[in-house]
């Protein structure tokens, strides 16, 4: 059994609590995690609060931490199989996906990085004579990072990166589901030479780590990835310390198909917007709104793609579905897909846990069409799609919109003038056309309604880990008259 620490300021610490962690396709403790109390909260705030005003990183040039970004990129990279191996084992996430992405992740650190120079103040032209005026940015504070479980080193490096960049510290709590990675992820921080107290990586459960976390009074902002419920208990603890917030919540994005489109090239995407990852990404494609006269055609092509997908081993490189992450989210994936069927939705494929061991759940497919079912409303966070059809533009648009949610979207049309209609009208942060999934370090994606506020990635990512400061100036030897000398 292996076992794992948290590393807060500069030191790897077994904590004084312990808990188990499962390995999702046998069900199995395979790992020890350390649990950090609010002791340990306490430890890890201070830390980030002293190495933000302290030398060295307080005297450190924006240039010199990109340098250490790079350093730091260049580790991710050098152990991204390593990481991935972890992921998967802890989480379930499939290794051909957790390669590919943690690789990928590299690349984030390596653009923040780069932008680390590059966040800069202004000059102002101001309405008054003998007076120069700027504004300059600073690190907003001490950052708590509040992270889940799936995908979680690539939803740390669009926090961790940025707030770097802009020269804050901050303590990163990783999900009590599968923080092996992260935890890791600590031990390549600290090769790459950032000071104690810069990064404090620690696991945890909410009473006890997380809300202690996020009400802590030196706790100057909260970048959170999570779900809308846990999103509101983070807001209510930041009314203690009046911390700012970016929250990147889940989705029920919509995937509208035009009957004019390539349906072959929708459908390989469809199964990638919500079979990949097991459809536990909060980008999932999991609403298809498809034009009623392909509809029948569209589907029959799904449930082909949907029953050919190699469910296994998720260290299996042939595998390309794993198991869910948790029993709970296994249960939760099943109760919802039987209270639909009963409220009218027709099964297509799938829909039933297989026998054996695992939080394993087949690709489903539910058509929706005429009924109220609850899973075109609620996120099943699993690999279950639900569809709708549609006869015109303006009911595609309708149906895209009928949700609390808005983070992402995906139109498949051949028509031009129809897509660029639709990016305007349809209330997501992220539209894709003719592609789905696709992401960049040098793209910001975020949320609109139930998915939250704020932006990750791209340099408006780095900004909002800032504060302006004006400065005045002024800049004439005249002694300033005495303000109440009548003149």
Not at 324 to 342: G, K, N
Request: proline content about 6%; some cysteine; hydrophobic content about 45%.
């Amino acid at each position: 059994m292996q076992r794992f620490q948290y590393y807060i300021d500069g030191e790897f610490l077994d904590g004084e609590a312990r808990f188990q962690s499962i390995d999702p396709a046998t069900g199995d403790v395979w790992a020890e995690m350390p649990e950090a109390r609010e002791a340990d909260v306490d430890r890890a705030v201070d830390a980030a609060e002293k190495a933000l005003y302290a030398a060295p990183w307080a005297k450190m040039t924006a240039t010199q931490r990109g340098k250490l970004l790079y350093r730091l990129s260049d580790l991710v990279a050098a152990n991204a199989q390593k990481l991935a191996e972890l992921e998967t084992r802890d989480t379930g996430k499939i290794i051909r996906e957790t390669s590919a992405q943690i690789a990928y992740v590299a690349d984030y650190y390596r653009y923040y990085a780069g932008i680390a120079d590059k966040i800069e103040g202004s000059y102002l032209p101001i309405d008054k004579p003998d007076m120069d005026v700027w504004l300059r940015r600073e690190p907003v504070g001490v950052v708590a990072m509040v992270v889940p479980w799936n995908s979680q080193l690539f939803l740390s490096a669009v926090k961790i990166g940025p707030a770097l960049a802009a020269g804050c510290t901050m303590v990163v709590k990783a999900s009590e589901d599968g923080p092996a990675p992260s935890l890791e992820f600590a031990r390549l921080v600290h090769e790459a030479g950032f000071p104690a107290g810069v990064v404090n990586i620690i696991t945890g459960f909410g009473p006890s780590c997380g809300a202690a976390l996020g009400r802590h009074p030196k706790v100057a902002h909260i970048a959170f990835t999570g779900g809308p419920e846990t999103a509101r208990h983070v807001i209510r603890n930041s009314a203690e310390n009046l911390a700012s917030t970016s929250l990147e919540l889940g989705g029920k994005s919509p995937f509208i198909v035009f009957a004019d489109a390539d349906l072959e090239s929708a459908a390989n995407a469809q199964v990638a917007g919500i079979f990949a990852a097991t459809g536990q990404s909060c980008v999932a494609g999991s609403r298809l709104i498809v034009e009623a006269s392909v509809k029948e055609a569209f589907l029959s092509i799904l449930k082909r793609k949907a029953e050919a997908i190699r469910i296994g081993s998720p260290l299996d490189m042939a595998t390309e579905v794993g198991p869910l992450a948790t029993r709970r989210q296994q249960d939760h994936v099943a109760a919802l897909v039987e209270t639909s069927i009963r409220s009218g939705a027709r099964l297509i494929t799938g829909g039933q846990k297989p026998d054996g061991v695992g939080y394993y759940f087949p690709p489903t497919i539910l058509d929706c069409d005429g009924v109220n079912s609850p899973s075109l409303a609620e996120e099943f966070f699993g690999p279950v799609l639900s569809v709708v059809s549609f006869e015109t533009e303006a009911e595609a648009l309708r149906l895209a919109n009928d949700t609390r949610y808005g983070l992402a979207s995906g139109v498949f049309t051949q028509n031009l003038t129809r897509a660029h209609r639709l990016m305007k009208g349809i209330r997501a942060g992220v539209v894709w056309v003719n592609t789905y999934r696709a992401v960049s370090p040098i793209a910001p994606f975020g949320g609109f309604g139930l998915s939250g506020h704020g932006r990750e990635g791209g340099l408006v990512a780095a900004l909002d880990y800032t504060r302006t400061k004006t400065i005045w100036l002024r800049t004439s030897d005249d002694p300033i008259p005495d303000p109440f000398v009548m003149r």
